[in-house]
């Protein structure tokens, strides 16, 4: 059955206790207890995550999406900021860092942001 995600959770569960700190299992967990809006055990096994593959884009991007979600603005500038640092030219994550700083009411960052974005993707341009 496609998305059994709660399946697929008792699963990784089963795995998590032979082997608690294995990062792949901890950011599958995560993920999918995320996918079942459990935003609290999505940031614990995350949190976990972190310990043992720190700096994962892909697990900051999840853990900045719930700490939006959460309405942890500055949690989640603090994530996307981490994310930034590994990928330099990633303008989806500057145009949400850029977002987020708009929600904080930090227009000047807000434009730094979208000016950046407007700079790494104007190569990109066709002009007609």
């Not at 998590?16 to 700190?21: A, S």
């Amino acid at each position: 059955m496609l998305d059994d995600y709660q399946g697929a959770l008792e699963d990784l569960d089963k795995v998590h206790v032979l082997e608690p700190n294995n990062a792949s299992t901890l950011k599958t967990r995560g993920y999918i207890k995320y996918m079942l809006d459990d935003y609290q055990g999505t940031l614990k096994d995350l949190d976990k995550v972190d310990v043992f593959d720190p700096n994962n884009v892909f697990t900051l991007t999840i853990c900045e999406d719930v700490k939006l979600i959460l309405k942890d603005c500055q949690g989640a500038l603090e994530d996307l900021a981490k994310a930034y640092v590994f990928e330099l030219n990633n303008t989806s994550t500057l145009r949400t860092h850029g977002g987020v700083e708009y929600m904080l009411d930090d227009y000047q960052g807000t434009l730094e942001d979208l000016y950046k974005v407007n700079v790494l993707e104007r190569p990109n341009n066709v002009l007609i």
